[in-house]
């Protein structure tokens, strides 16, 4: 009713259960919705940054300019945790 327990995404601006979002490393930097990262991961899990695959073990990143997208946290972007 009033929100409690929601965060907004950063990428859809969507409202979404704190249960269901990454989160940068600072708890109030960042967060972003599972189905944004679905709809990533459906696409072919490539980062915006460098254009190479992200695989499954490399830490996952959020990038924020030229254009929100996801990518490995080696090419500079925040890190993400669940």
């Known amino acids: 009713m009033f929100g409690f327990g929601m965060s907004t ?3 859809c601006e969507r409202r979404v259960p704190k249960k269901t979002v990454f989160r940068g490393q ?8 599972v189905d944004c990262y679905e709809k990533w991961a459906q696409d072919g899990r490539q980062c ?4 190479t695959i992200v695989h499954g073990p490399q830490d996952l990143a959020a990038f924020f300019k030229p254009r929100p997208g ?6 500079g972007g925040v ?3 669940r």
């Open 9 to 11: 995404c950063f990428f």
């Open 70 to 75: 996801f990518g490995h946290a080696d090419c």
């Open 26 to 33: 600072d708890p109030n930097e960042v967060t972003i919705c």
């Open 79 to 81: 890190r993400l945790t």
């Open 48 to 51: 915006s940054h460098c254009k």
